[in-house]
């Protein structure tokens, strides 16, 4: 089994950034792929971000347009995604994701194996 928690969510003003974290730990694996998900109230998930293995190859979600920043430093099993000039509509509960044995990252939900909790993003006007 492989546990995941993410922090560094919480309230911020339009225009402000966040680094959220995502820290992976119990069974090991040599090689995962991870991901980053959002849904917001009343809607479906949402592919935001996910990164490979080595982090060459990194994928993104259509709306980011250059915001969000996806990175992971496998010395510590924690991938991270930094979010600068936060808007309302990025609101909702941001969750990381990995799917161990694997390289390449997925955008779609179904490719993961393992989901944390959560951290709640709210973003004031």
């Known amino acids: 089994q492989v546990q995941l928690v993410e922090s560094g969510g919480g309230l911020v003003q339009a225009g402000g950034s966040l680094r959220l974290s995502c820290a992976a730990s119990?069974?090991?694996?040599?090689?995962?792929?991870m991901g980053w998900f959002r849904q917001a109230p009343g809607k479906e998930r949402e592919f935001v971000a996910a990164i490979s293995w080595s982090g060459v190859i990194r994928y993104y979600g259509d709306f980011v347009k250059g915001r969000f920043t996806i990175s992971r430093d496998n010395a510590k099993n924690t991938v991270y995604l930094q979010i600068d000039s936060l808007k309302p509509e990025d609101t909702g509960v941001y969750s990381c994701?990995?799917?161990?044995?694997?390289?390449?990252?997925?955008?779609?939900?179904?490719?993961?194996?393992?989901w944390g909790q959560g951290t709640q993003v709210t973003v004031s006007s």
């Open positions: 119990g069974r090991s694996f040599s090689t995962y792929a």
């Open positions: 994701a990995v799917r161990p044995t694997v390289q390449a990252p997925g955008v779609t939900p179904a490719w993961y194996d393992y």
